[in-house]
């Protein structure tokens, strides 16, 4: 990592994991066991869709997973919609790279089971980046991801898939695949489509029945302008799993028309927007005040610092191979390039002015 690299560091403090477990304690831990196994593994995939892990570590009290800076997720960056409008293009391309990144976690057999806009975060650049793995299923290396099925219900409920829900409902028995990953990508694309903003959902975009009747998913879906996105978000949210379609017909499909999946591999097609770090309560000062209080210069020296003198109590310790800790592409948020201001909403939106 190079030095003055802008990171971030996701603290979990070990006995507010205790009191929410309650007596779940167990399942609690093995949740935590499986992310922290997630993080390495999505890191060392070397993808650049994915919101990696640069170290890990911990003290008497914390677990600390140091990760690069993503200045905002989709979610954040749609509340900025009113001011610099996101483009449709600019949606095709967030959804490609989301849907890069999806088809590589299955591939590595691993099903996030919490997609939705908070959790696909954006580089300084602006490119998209699977995060948060608290939820996701790692299946063993000796069993196909299509042969699995899963029967704990979990995620983001208005991101849900059918099958993970009705069956609690009817007091039944869940089991549903890793076509639940669809399905939530098919709720996030609606909601990039209908420039849903953080803190809002689908569901109140719909205008109530005059009868009184629950609001229609297949209703929202219609209120996508986009022909060609709308007819993807249905296939993409069919109720019955065995019609959702492969990943590999997803990038086939006309809403993908002109998007060179090459060239987004590489991350070398140009963003029209980029995240807008807000200077108030920012990840850098959070992370000054941070190695302030621990009296460090630096994350590897903090590292060395919690193994040294502080009691450990269960091996967190990870350090990301030294090739995957530079990312040329990532950029430098924009406060740090206007030194505090923010450029890129300055150029954004005198652009959009222009236009």
């Given at each position: 990592m190079d030095e003055g690299e802008e990171i971030?560091?996701?603290?979990?403090?070990?006995?507010?994991?205790?009191?929410?477990a309650g007596k779940n304690l167990d399942t609690a831990i093995k949740q935590l066991e499986n992310e922290w196994t997630a993080l390495q593994m999505v890191t060392e995939a070397a993808s650049p869709f994915f919101a990696g892990l640069l170290y890990s570590f911990e003290d008497g009290?914390?677990?600390?997973?140091?990760?690069?800076?993503?200045?905002?997720?989709?979610?954040?960056?749609?509340?900025?919609?009113h001011r610099v409008p996101v483009q449709q293009f600019q949606i095709q391309l967030w959804a490609a790279e989301t849907l890069l990144a999806i088809e590589e976690l299955h591939e590595l057999g691993i099903v996030h089971r919490d997609i939705k806009l908070d959790n696909v975060l954006l580089s300084p650049n602006g490119h998209a980046a699977l995060a948060d793995f608290g939820l996701a299923y790692v299946s063993s290396s000796t069993t196909s991801l299509k042969d699995v099925v899963m029967t704990?219900?979990?995620?983001?409920?208005?991101?849900?898939?059918?099958?993970?829900i009705h069956p609690l409902r009817d007091g039944g028995h869940i089991e549903y695949s890793y076509k639940v990953d669809m399905y939530a990508f098919g709720i996030l694309l609606?909601?990039?489509?209908?420039?849903?903003?953080?803190?809002?959902?689908?569901?109140?975009?719909?205008?109530?029945?005059?009868?009184?009747?629950?609001?229609?998913?297949?209703?929202?879906?219609?209120?996508?302008?986009?022909?060609e996105a709308r007819h993807l978000i249905a296939q993409l949210i069919h109720r019955d799993p065995s019609k959702r379609p492969s990943w590999d017909?997803?990038?086939?499909?006309?809403?993908?028309e002109g998007i060179n999946w090459g060239d987004v591999e590489k991350r070398s097609i140009p963003n029209l927007c980029m995240p807008h770090l807000a200077p108030r309560g920012s990840?850098?000062?959070?992370?000054?005040?941070?190695?302030?209080?621990?009296?460090?210069?630096?994350?590897?020296?903090?590292?060395?610092?919690?193994?040294?003198?502080?009691?450990?109590t269960h091996n967190w310790d990870y350090e990301s191979p030294p090739y995957l800790r530079v990312d040329r592409l990532h950029g430098t948020s924009c406060l740090r390039l206007g030194n505090g201001?923010?450029?890129?909403?300055?150029?954004?939106?005198?652009?959009h002015a222009a236009h």
């Amino acid at each position: 990592m190079d030095e003055g690299e802008e990171i971030a560091i996701k603290v979990i403090h070990k006995p507010l994991v205790v009191m929410n477990a309650g007596k779940n304690l167990d399942t609690a831990i093995k949740q935590l066991e499986n992310e922290w196994t997630a993080l390495q593994m999505v890191t060392e995939a070397a993808s650049p869709f994915f919101a990696g892990l640069l170290y890990s570590f911990e003290d008497g009290e914390n677990i600390y997973f140091v990760q690069r800076l993503y200045p905002a997720s989709l979610a954040r960056r749609l509340v900025d919609d009113h001011r610099v409008p996101v483009q449709q293009f600019q949606i095709q391309l967030w959804a490609a790279e989301t849907l890069l990144a999806i088809e590589e976690l299955h591939e590595l057999g691993i099903v996030h089971r919490d997609i939705k806009l908070d959790n696909v975060l954006l580089s300084p650049n602006g490119h998209a980046a699977l995060a948060d793995f608290g939820l996701a299923y790692v299946s063993s290396s000796t069993t196909s991801l299509k042969d699995v099925v899963m029967t704990d219900g979990c995620g983001t409920f208005h991101y849900m898939a059918p099958e993970m829900i009705h069956p609690l409902r009817d007091g039944g028995h869940i089991e549903y695949s890793y076509k639940v990953d669809m399905y939530a990508f098919g709720i996030l694309l609606l909601e990039l489509s209908l420039r849903i903003p953080e803190g809002s959902r689908w569901i109140e975009c719909v205008p109530p029945s005059i009868d009184g009747s629950s609001v229609s998913l297949n209703a929202a879906v219609e209120l996508v302008d986009h022909h060609e996105a709308r007819h993807l978000i249905a296939q993409l949210i069919h109720r019955d799993p065995s019609k959702r379609p492969s990943w590999d017909k997803v990038k086939c499909h006309p809403f993908f028309e002109g998007i060179n999946w090459g060239d987004v591999e590489k991350r070398s097609i140009p963003n029209l927007c980029m995240p807008h770090l807000a200077p108030r309560g920012s990840p850098r000062r959070a992370l000054e005040k941070f190695v302030t209080d621990h009296a460090g210069v630096g994350v590897p020296e903090l590292y060395a610092q919690a193994k040294a003198v502080m009691p450990v109590t269960h091996n967190w310790d990870y350090e990301s191979p030294p090739y995957l800790r530079v990312d040329r592409l990532h950029g430098t948020s924009c406060l740090r390039l206007g030194n505090g201001t923010c450029p890129y909403m300055r150029r954004q939106y005198a652009h959009h002015a222009a236009h």
